[in-house]
Every structure is written in C-alpha cells, then in structure tokens.
C-alpha cells in the first residue's frame, strides 16, 4: 500500500544527445527544441519531468518551468526536514499541491566548451522570455519562447530593454552565487576552435528521428570534434 502515498520521480539531467557522440548512437528527437545536450539551447534544457504521487497530486500537466534542483527543497519540506541551504532553487509545493506560479527567473551558467559542441554561455529566462549569452565575444540573443519554441528568431535587436534588463539579473545573480568565470586557454588553437565551433553550427541542423540518421550530416564536425577532445 506505499505506493499510494509514496513521491516518484522520474527526470533527466539534460536534453537528449543530437548529435552521434559515441559509436553506438542513441535514439533521440527533441524537435522542435533546438540542440540538445551540451547546449543552452531549450533542446539542452528541456528535460523530461513526471512527478507521481497519487495520495496528493491530481493528474494534470503543468507548464510552471522549474529546475531539477528544485526537488531537494520540495523533497525536505514534504519529508519536514530542514532543507540544506541555497541560493537559487526552490519548493515547488506550492505549484504541485496548490497550482500557485512561483513568478521567479531561472538561470544557468556554462564558463566551458562540452564535447557535444556547446560553447561557453549563460542564460536568463523570465516568463516566455530567454536570454542567452555568449561568453566568447558577450554577444546576446533573446527568444519569446511561446511564440518561438525552436529558437530561430533572435529579437535581440528589437526589444533592446528587456536584453538588458534580462542581461543585468543574469550578472547578479552570477555575483550572487559566486558563479566561475572563463578562463583563457594557454593552449588556444584558432584552426582547431574554428574546425570545432565555427564552420558548423550543429544547433540548427536539420533535426532526424534518431542521432544515427544525422551521423552523416555532422561527419566533418565530428572527425574535428574526435581529434580535438581527448578519449
């Protein structure tokens, strides 16, 4: 009879791999969010979440976006246990049990290059909007995510007020929790970083059912890829 009264989660960490990472590809899709893991694309955010907890929660989809971190607090306050101390993360009682918005930005840091082909950035997302920072040059891009799900549309240049507003609780939240800057590489190589990071954008490839079926597609980017990265 525990399973009616018992919490399960099931989650994942990131966003499916689309592109051929190792020899034996996975089977992923995550159109039409743009990229996958690796990436501060919503391909690389967006992860699967299903809460299942008969005893308390009606069966229903919510849209309130939320952080994996968010369930260590949520976890103790329903265990009524003191929660170990944060910064940024939250209990999401309220949206589970009452259907109360939290009203909150979200944010994510990434000062280092991954082997799927994601570069060093930040984002800020508040509401349907997201900001996103590249940490190479500092240039910016803005998506209204409910009007562009896949990203394809910057409007960076067109609502110049919210990049900055987005762009300034992003720095201090970074100050606030002491976030780890980039650091310049002493072994810089330009030809490998354009081979890797500049001739191919794998973030708007054409997205197939599986990574198998893209293989090809990326077969240059990932031979410069394979003999940049160390195995």
């Known amino acids: 009879g525990l399973a009616q009264n018992t919490l399960v989660v099931f989650a994942s960490d990131n966003g499916g791999v689309h592109i051929s990472e ?3 590809s996975p089977a992923t899709y995550n159109a039409p969010s ?3 893991k690796g990436y501060l694309y919503e391909g690389g955010l967006r992860t699967p979440l299903i809460i299942r907890y008969p005893g308390r929660i009606a069966s229903r989809v919510i849209a309130e976006p939320v952080v994996l971190g968010d369930l260590v607090p949520t976890i103790c306050a329903l265990a009524k246990v003191p929660a170990p101390a944060t910064l940024d ?3 999401i009682s309220p949206v589970l049990f009452e259907q109360k918005p939290l009203n909150r930005p979200l944010f994510w840091h990434q000062p280092h290059y991954m082997n799927q082909g994601g570069k060093p950035a930040g984002v800020a997302r508040e509401g349907d909007w997201k900001l996103l920072e590249q940490y190479e040059d500092g240039s910016l891009e803005l998506y209204n995510l409910a009007k562009d799900p896949s990203e394809m549309t910057d409007l960076a240049a067109t609502e110049p007020a919210r990049v900055a507003a987005l762009r300034g ?3 201090a939240w970074r100050r606030s ?3 780890e800057p980039i650091k310049a590489n002493p072994n810089f190589d330009r030809a490998r970083w354009d081979n890797c990071f500049v001739k191919f954008d794998a973030t708007r490839i054409q997205t197939l059912p599986t990574s198998e ?3 090809p597609l990326m077969a240059e980017w990932r031979k410069a890829m394979d003999e940049f990265t160390p195995t």
Request: no cysteine; proline share 0%.
């Open 22 to 24: 190792l020899k034996e």
């Open 34 to 36: 743009r990229a996958g």
């Open 89 to 91: 993360f939250q209990d």
């Open 169 to 171: 609780k992003l720095e």
């Open 177 to 179: 929790v002491g976030a």
């Open 213 to 215: 079926a893209m293989r």
